[in-house]
């Protein structure tokens, strides 16, 4: 009797290590895979607030279904609204800090709103930890290559006030 507490607990700690590593692969849940096809469908017909409706209703089937938020940001980029899109990358970045499209992703959305500083932060983030012959490396290289330099205007000297007489 005196082992009691300490047997139920070892088993306990068994029982939960076991089903630990069962739930280490998860598959996604098919009504949520319908709704994401259902929403790159509609975001390749242009229709963005139709494809955002059913990306988020296959995170509300699917919660823990990360890649979602990988097709939520680009309909925000084809809305023009790379803030948002930015915060979709990120979030997809916490979820899986190893997610290079999320981090290449939020790069071009940094090009696209001028950020360019940031976006070669992030380049040499995904230079260092994917290579450079990686495919999202290449494409956010791309990305920053096609963004033409922004040119600051030199003063041009003002005309002197003509002095009145």
Partial sequence: ???????????????????????GE??????ALALVAEGQQLLDAGNT???VDAFEAALAVDPGMSSVFLDLAEAARADGLQGKAI???????????DNFAALSGEGEALVEKGAMTAAREA????????GE???ETQQLAAAIAARPAVMT?????TESAVSQN
């Fill in 26 to 31: 998860r598959a996604d849940d098919p009504r």
């Fill in 123 to 130: 380049l040499t983030e995904l230079e260092e930890r994917c």
């Fill in 49 to 51: 607030q139709g494809a």
């Fill in 133 to 135: 012959s990686c495919v």
């Fill in 153 to 157: 205007a030199e003063a041009t000297p």
């Fill in 87 to 97: 915060r979709y990358y990120r979030e997809a970045r916490d979820r899986d800090p």
């Fill in 1 to 23: 009797m005196r082992f009691a507490p300490a047997a139920a607990a070892l088993s306990l700690l068994f029982a939960v290590t076991a089903s630990m590593s069962v739930a």
